[in-house]
T-cell receptor
Framework: AQSVAQPEDQVNVAEGNPLTVKCTYS??????LFWYVQYPNRGLQFLLK????DNLVKGSYGFEAEFNKSQTSFHLKKPSALVSDSALYFC???????????WGAGTKLIIKP | GAGVSQSPSNKVTEKGKDVELRCDPI?????LYWYRQSLGQGLEFLIY????????KSGLPSDRFSAERTGGSVSTLTIQRTQQEDSAVYLC???????????FGPGTRLTVL
């Protein structure tokens, strides 16, 4: 069965520091991996995705994520956090044969000035 | 261009009443998804429409829930005889053919008293 785990309910980072939001997954085939962000009182927005190719994927707002097949992880990263990055982040996965995305429970990212 | 829109943005209803939630996808997008997001939870898949194919209703939690999509565009999610546990944010997303990226609407916050 497909599943996604975001082990941290909340991540606190000081502005200017690097940030990491963790995601691990389980699928039967090759994974398609996604990160979405939900700002307060706004809809979910697509950040980036991994389908194939380079393991380091770059996305919107300076975010990037690294696909690690051996660790079945797809952690979201940013070198220098901004207060405006504070939001709820969701990881999602599907395999190539199934259009349905399986979503993690979300991680609340708080960037403190 | 215009994004995915949903109406109403907020709906308060009494237990036992029926409600209709509307989703206007991005023009030309063939796929349409409905999700439910409860407080502190990830996204729960409800139903998926793709073009003129039969919808995937596997995520609907009970027979009180139904959805239709008219003319391959606007979709309506109907919840009959609402219960307090139906209280959640209902999200709609659409995708163009051949891509995995989902574009989300702002959601409808449903409160059942």
């Amino acid at each position: 069965a497909q599943s996604v785990a975001q082990p941290e309910d909340q991540v606190n980072v000081a502005e200017g520091n690097p940030l990491t939001v963790k995601c691990t997954y389980s699928v039967s085939g090759n994974p398609y991996l996604f990160w979405y962000v939900q700002y307060p009182n706004r809809g979910l927005q697509f950040l980036l995705k991994y389908i194939t190719g380079d393991n380091l994927v770059k996305g919107s707002y300076g975010f990037e994520a690294e696909f690690n097949k051996s660790q079945t992880s797809f952690h979201l990263k940013k070198p220098s956090a901004l207060v405006s990055d504070s939001a709820l982040y969701f990881c999602a996965v599907r395999d190539y044969s199934n259009y349905q995305l399986i979503w993690g429970a979300g991680t609340k990212l708080i960037i403190k000035p | 261009g215009a994004g995915v829109s949903q109406s109403p943005s907020n709906k308060v209803t009494e237990k036992g009443k029926d409600v209709e939630l509307r989703c206007d996808p991005i023009s030309g997008h063939t796929a349409l998804y409905w999700y439910r997001q409860s407080l502190g939870q990830g996204l729960e898949f409800l139903i998926y429409f793709q073009g003129n194919s039969a919808p995937d209703k596997s995520g609907l939690p009970s027979d009180r829930f139904s959805a239709e999509r008219t003319g391959g565009s606007v979709s309506t999610l109907t919840i009959q005889r609402t219960q307090q546990e139906d209280s959640a944010v209902y999200l709609c997303a659409s995708s163009p053919l051949g891509t995995d990226t989902q574009y989300f609407g702002p959601g409808t916050r449903l409160t059942v008293l």
